[in-house]
Each structure stands twice: as C-alpha cells, then as structure tokens.
Nanobody, 118 residues
Framework: QVQLVESGGGLVQAGGSLRLSCAAS????????MGWFRQAPGHEREFVGG????????NYADSVKGRFTISRDNAKLTVYLQMNSLKPGDTAVYYC???????????WGQGTQVTVST
C-alpha cells in the first residue's frame, strides 16, 4: 500500500499562490490515480482534482478549475497541486490520496493546512 505525506501548506494572502506536494512511498504509484481533497471546518471532505496514472490526465472540481493545476512526477513518486489566485474559501486541510489502478481511493495522507487571508 502507498504511504503519502503532504507538504507545502501555509498562510497566504488572497490572490496568492501555493504549491502542495505529496510524496509517496511504497507501491504502486505510477499506475495509481492520485487525488487531492480538502476539508474546511464544519464541512465534508470534497474532491479538488485528480490525475490518472499512465497518461497523467487531470480533472478538477468546478470550484478550482482554471486556478489549480495538478501534475505528477512518477520518477520522484510525487504529485503536486499548484494553487493560484487563492481565495479565502480555499482555506482547508488538503489531503492527497491514491487510487490503485484508478479504483477507489484507498491511501490517504495526514493533510496539510492551507489558510488564505483577506
């Protein structure tokens, strides 16, 4: 099973940018769909975006489309979430997750806090 560790969270002003990283260890990685999710206080965890294994095809939630970009480096076993034009509504704990073979998300990281101030 893949183990995941997120990093790169922090405090940023509205309109700013952050890049989150998710480092994986264990197998499989290259064939796993990788996803980013977030959970704000008092809200359920929501899907932010994902990227397939082979082919690296991304997809995004409507709320972040055009502002966030997901990429992956299979050689480094790392997936990234580039977040631009951040809004206070993007404040949440961000989690990465792995779905082996593109199935269900089975492995989760511990999360990293992103706070966007006005």
């Amino acid at each position: 099973q893949v183990q995941l560790v997120e990093s790169g969270g922090g405090l940023v002003q509205a309109g700013g940018s952050l890049r989150l990283s998710c480092a994986a260890s264990g197998r499989p990685f290259s064939s796993s769909t990788m996803g980013w999710f977030r959970q704000a206080p008092g809200h359920e965890r929501e899907f932010v975006g994902g990227i397939t294994g082979y082919g690296a095809i991304p997809n995004y939630a409507d709320s972040v489309k055009g502002r966030f970009t997901i990429s992956r480096d299979n050689a480094k076993l790392t997936v990234y979430l580039q977040m631009n034009s951040l809004k206070p509504g993007d404040t949440a704990v961000y989690y990465c997750a792995a779905a082996p073979g593109g199935g269900a998300y089975m492995s989760w990281g511990q999360g990293t806090q992103v706070t966007v101030s006005t």
